[in-house]
């Protein structure tokens, strides 16, 4: 397998997690800032023209972070970060799309359309009049996901999973674009930096 | 189990997915209109106010549709509408997420920022001026969508899949808040009949 990896938060949810499963793979940069992956020979291997993408051994190109890490978890026989048993694969699963439609999108397009804009104007179709409210929404997501928190380690109880670390990739790729932790939430500001002190975090 | 059930996009893909695998589950009406998913009782079950929600027969509660459909097709031994093998199961996890997230994220919140904002002011932070551009964006990803269908039965080439439902019921949806499925797109109208002549497409 080849991993066709880059800057951005993205990728760093899959090599956080590759991490995390304790297994390497090849990789293969490819220059995000330039706009490579949205040129003819990545779009070749995502149609979606995005970061992260791997390649299967049968030269079969698999993208979406959660379908990859989902698919390497599988592969690595199942394991807590996905889900042990079939309960803890669907609540992991079900945190995760949370995270990922209440939280990283509306955070990630509140960003796109705003500081990013000139990286994406060429690239997506943008909604500049939006980028404010998505901000808000982000933080007032982060803020109901506080209150679920309260009394667990991690999202998924005493798991680290897939959730987590999508959500601390996302909270990092915020810090830096303008939308920092909002120290407030306190179960947050723990779980983040729980992630924070673990060797995978850097990769 | 026990399937809480309304009107709406969402619950009709878990109830169609039901019976594309051949099962059936017990389902409890929730009041959609009048907001019932939005009380304590139902925010017990899911924290996010949303419909469905499977409770699991050790009285936990799953949400999310993706989660729950994932669940109760590797309940029922895994099949080829989530995927019989894990290259299967990868592939249609990476269509369902890009359909869900180019696709149903803005022609879902399209409507809830205009068609619906009446329903939804006082549940959700909405952002009005931004419902045209949501509304081309998922025009726009539909057409690409379109390309990507090209000399393909459904979405996961030869299988019907989560995907091709999912697909379905949010293009059904769209067709009655405004947003018809353009005839343009010759391999969308061709899988949406497809589709449309299941009878579990009634469910």
Redesign the interface.
């Known amino acids: 397998m080849k991993l066709y990896d880059s800057i951005g938060p993205n990728p760093h949810v899959v090599r956080m997690f590759l991490a995390e499963l304790g297994i390497e793979i090849e990789k293969v940069e490819v220059d995000l800032m330039g706009g490579e992956n949205r040129q003819e020979q990545h779009l070749n291997r995502n ?2 023209g995005q970061m992260p993408t791997l390649e ?1 051994d ?1 030269g ?1 190109f ?3 972070i ?3 890490c ?2 390497l978890d ?2 690595n026989g199942h394991t807590s970060l996905i889900g042990k048993t ?2 803890e ?3 992991t ?2 945190w995760v ?2 995270i ?3 939280i990283i ?1 509306p955070l990630t397009n509140g960003f796109r359309y705003s500081e990013g804009y000139d990286l994406f104007k060429d690239r997506l ?1 943008l ?1 500049p ?2 980028a404010d ?2 901000k ?2 982000a933080q ?1 997501r982060l803020q ?1 996901l506080d209150g ?1 928190l309260e009394g667990k380690e991690y999202v998924c109880g005493d798991r680290l999973t897939l959730a987590d670390i999508m959500l601390y990739c996302f909270l990092n790729f915020g810090t830096t674009v303008g939308q920092p932790i909002d120290q407030k939430n306190k179960n947050i500001v723990s779980l983040h930096s729980k992630l924070d002190s673990l060797d995978s975090a850097s990769a």
Chains 1, 2 share one sequence.
Do not use: G, V
């Open positions: 149609p979606s299967l049968d079969s698999l993208a979406e959660t379908a990859i989902e698919y599988e592969m079939a309960e694969r669907a609540e699963k079900m799309r949370r990922d439609l209440q999108e179709h909604i009049q939006a409210d998505l808000e929404i007032e109901w679920q």
